[in-house]
């Protein structure tokens, strides 16, 4: 039988070595995978809480979703957007039937970069500006774009820029300067975004985008008020609020449906991808019909709205609403903060507990200091991994911990979970 050790050596030959796996000393290789586990080739399970970077929502190889995908494949494959299939018009009506009151044409792309790349064009076809603003430690995705509107340095490439995209304080409140509370903070991050508009541009932009809560950057959580005094801002410099849900969408944060919800402010824009889909690539943009009608000229994406994709999303939203994922997530996700508080008090190298609904972080520093400790990060989520327990990694320093399970996870796994991450963290004290 082949094992793990000698599928890596043939991966290291024939892939880019920047598209590093996860536990480096040893990686898995997947064989298969069920609901919430995973089980590697050589015969280990482990519980999922990381779903392929917030991606496999509602559980792997779901039987009901996979259902449909197979009856779907049995129909029609693929066609582009230069035909009208009726699965397709299904999804986009079920999108807007959910998004925002006033947000309703949707375009399909393949994955959140290219989701993001039309809301930006969009915006700039609409207010006739290119300038965009954006967070620092934000993550927009991999394209020359993408990167360029990203402000994690880590994942910035290739030296891209786009003199058009500028970066604003963003509110991390752990990370803010020294003494200031969470108000405090909002008013530096006004200051700051009202302070880039007057000096770098014309006093016009394009957009603002944002994520509600940011994902690679670490999950970072903004005070209750900070859309509420951001958005006024953007309105007045002429720009459109662009709520990118790669992360944050589709009921993770818990109770709603979407992140923004969350903050009592309704975007211009949207962008989904993700676990819209489950597991199947999918991107998607939802604006109103303003909006939309500003773009001019043709466009098309070449697996935009495939058959197959569609069907899939479709089956998956419908799954959550039939099993109402978005209560599980506050439910769930308040059985994990309060666990998780309960280490924070027990172990000094945890600086923060921060997250909403099944998005929870750990940031792991120095004990007695704000300083960011990746080795023991990297060492927990190792020690995680050798007990049965999948978990992810960011922030723009390493060091911290990112646990997102599905949004149908049990409570019995969520009590396994914190079982075994509480004898990891003893492990690594």
């Given at each position: ?77 693929h ?16 999108v ?26 969009a ?20 394209s020359?774009?993408?990167?360029s ?18 970066h ?6 752990y ?12 008013d ?28 690679v ?6 005070p ?7 958005i ?19 009921g993770?944060?818990?109770g ?9 402010v309704?975007?211009d824009i949207m ?5 819209m889909?489950n597991g ?6 939802i ?5 939309a009608?500003?773009?001019?000229g ?5 697996f ?9 999303a ?48 750990i ?33 723009l320093y ?5 646990i ?16 075994i991450?509480?004898?990891a ?5």
């Open positions: 039988m082949t094992t793990s050790a000698e599928i890596m050596e043939r991966y290291k030959k024939v892939m880019f070595p920047a598209a590093a796996p996860y536990h480096a000393d040893n990686p898995i290789v997947v064989d298969h995978a069920k609901d919430q586990y995973i089980y590697d080739i050589d015969g280990n399970k482990y519980l999922d809480f990381f779903g392929g970077i917030l991606t496999v929502s509602v559980g792997h190889c779901n039987d009901e979703i996979t259902q449909r995908t197979m009856e779907q494949l049995q129909v029609v494959q066609t582009s957007t230069i035909y009208v299939n009726e699965i397709m018009v299904k999804l986009a009506e079920k807007a039937e959910l998004t925002p009151q006033g947000l309703q044409k949707v375009f399909f792309t393949n994955s959140g970069t290219e989701a993001n790349e039309t809301a930006v064009m915006a700039r076809m609409y207010t006739g500006n290119p300038t965009i603003i954006t967070l620092r430690h934000a993550y927009s995705g991999r020359l774009l993408a990167m509107l990203t402000a994690h340095g880590t994942w910035r490439l290739g030296g891209v820029v786009d003199p058009y995209i500028k604003v304080r963003n509110p991390y409140t990370r803010a300067p020294l003494g200031l509370t969470p108000e405090q903070v909002v530096l991050c006004v200051q700051d975004l009202e302070e880039t508009i007057a000096t770098t541009t014309n006093g016009r932009i394009g957009a603002f985008m944002a994520e509600p809560i940011q994902g950057g670490g999950f970072i959580v903004p209750e008020d900070y859309f509420k005094r951001i006024p801002i953007v309105k007045e410099a002429g720009g459109v609020f662009i709520s990118d849900e790669v992360q944050t969408g589709w993770r944060t818990g709603k449906w979407f992140g923004i919800e969350q903050w009592g309704e975007p962008t989904f991808a993700k676990g889909g199947t690539p999918i991107g998607c943009t604006t109103t019909p303003e909006i009608d500003a773009v001019q043709l466009t098309f994406s070449t935009g709205g495939n058959p197959v994709t569609m069907a899939t479709l089956a998956t939203i419908e799954y959550m609403e039939a099993h109402n994922t978005p209560e599980n997530c506050e439910v769930q996700g308040a059985r994990m903060a309060e666990k998780l508080d309960e280490f924070a008090a027990e172990f000094p190298f945890i600086g923060e507990v921060r997250g909403m609904g099944l998005m929870q972080a940031e792991v520093v120095e004990p007695g200091t704000k300083d960011p400790d990746k080795t023991r990060t990297a060492a927990f989520v190792d020690a995680c991994k050798e007990k049965g327990l999948l978990l992810g990694k960011g922030g390493g060091n911290v911990i990112r997102a399970p599905h949004m149908n996870v049990s409570g019995e796994d969520m009590d396994t979970a914190m079982d991450i509480g004898k963290l003893v492990e690594v004290s």
